[in-house]
C-alpha cells in the first residue's frame, strides 16, 4: 500500500477539478451511472445543500486517481443527541441505486484499506457511516465488512430494494427477444395499432436541445400519471433533473424517449445508459391512453433500441411492479450497511434504534389482523420506485 494519498475534499470546487479523472474512473471499472461524476455533482449542487462535501480521493504512487469514496456529512439529532452521519452523495429523493466505492479494477481489495484506514484517521469528524442502496454482490460490500471485523468496528447490513433485470444476448434480434415475454401478442397488436393512428411518432432525445424541449413533456406525463403521489414533482427534485440531464447528455448517457400520437406525446420513458447496461430508470404517460397499452409500447421499443445498440443488460432499477416480470427475468438487491466504532455515541444510538425496531416487531405480531389492516390502510400511498408505467 506504500505510495498510496487520500485527499479529503470538501469544496465544490474540488469536486469540479476531479470531473476528467472521475470519468476516466467510472469508466474503467464496474461503477454503475448513478456514481458517475454528472449524477453525483448535480445532486450535489441541487439537493445537498444540507450537507458538507466529504470526497475520499486516493491517488497512487504516480498522481494517478485511483479510488474515490463518494460521501456527505449530515448532522442529525436523535433522543437530544447531535449526530454526525457520512451518508453516499445522491443517495436521497432521486432513486440512486448501485451506489458505490468508485475503485480502480484490480486494486479494490488495497484502495478499501487505504480508505478504511483514512476513515479511521477521521474518526472524530463522523458518528455514523450508513451506506445505502449498494448492490449486494458488489465487491465493496464483502471488503468493507471484512475491515469491520478485523477493526473490531460494528456493522448493521440489511436489505433495501429488488431491481429487475435481463441479460441480452449478444446479437439478438428484438423478434426473437420478444417472442420469450410474456407479452409478445399484446405488444405487436397494440404497436400496428398505434401505427395506423395519424401523427404517431417516437422520437429519442439526446442533444441538449432536444432534451431541453422532452424534459418538460416528460414531467407533464409523469404528474398526468402521478399527481402529487410522485415525488419528480416536487421543485428540488426538478431543478436536479433540469441540471444533470445537459451534463449526461455532454457523455452521452441519457435519452429521453416520447410516444405522440395526433401531434401530442402521450407516453414518455426516461433511459440512462453506461457502458453495456441501459436502464429504465422513469416514465410517464397519459391516463386517458391507458387502454392502449402505449406504456407498454414504448417500454418495447426501448428494448429494441438496447439489442441494437449492444447493451448486455436491461436494467428496470428498484421495484417488482408486476410488468416487469413480463420483460424481465432476474433481479438483485441492493443492501443499507451502517457502521459505528465500538463504544461510541454512533454505536449506540445505531443498538438503542434496532431495539426500537425489535419492541415495534413484537409488538406488530401481538396486535389482532384487523387492527394491523386499520394501520395500513392508514399509511400515505405513493409512486414508491423510479419506474411506473405497467400498463
Known sequence: MNGWTVVLVRETRGFLALRDEWRSLCESGRASVFNTWEWL????LQLGGRRQLFLLAVRDGSGLLAGVLPLSLEERWWGGVRLKWLRWLGDEGVGSDYLDAILRPGDEAALT?????????????????????VEELSPTVALLEARCRA???????TGRNRCPYEVLEAGERFDTFLARTARADNFLRRRKWLERQEGFSITRAEKPEELARALPEFFRLHALRWGTRSGL?????QAFHQEVVPLLSAA?????YLLSVGGRAVASVYALRHGRT?????????????????????VGETFRDALAEGFSEYDFLRGTEAYKSDWARRQRMTVQLRITRPMSLGDWVVR????????????????PEQVLTRVRRLRPRGAGSHSEMAE
Not at 452521452?252 to 429521453?256: D, M, P, T
Request: hydrophobic share 40%; proline share 3%.
Open 41 to 44: 455533482f448535480g445532486w450535489h
Open 113 to 133: 484499506e487505504v480508505l478504511a484506514d483514512a476513515l479511521e484517521r477521521l474518526r472524530h469528524e463522523w458518528d455514523i457511516l450508513e451506506l445505502s442502496d
Open 151 to 157: 477493526r473490531g468496528w460494528h456493522l448493521e447490513r
Open 233 to 237: 414533482g416536487a421543485p428540488d427534485v
Open 252 to 256: 452521452g448517457k441519457v435519452r429521453l
Open 278 to 298: 441501459f436502464s429504465y430508470y422513469n416514465a410517464g404517460y397519459d391516463p386517458e391512453w391507458k387502454s392502449r397499452s402505449v406504456g407498454l409500447v414504448l
Open 352 to 367: 438503542a434504534q434496532a431495539l426500537e425496531r425489535t419492541a415495534r416487531n413484537v409488538l406488530r405480531d401481538a396486535l
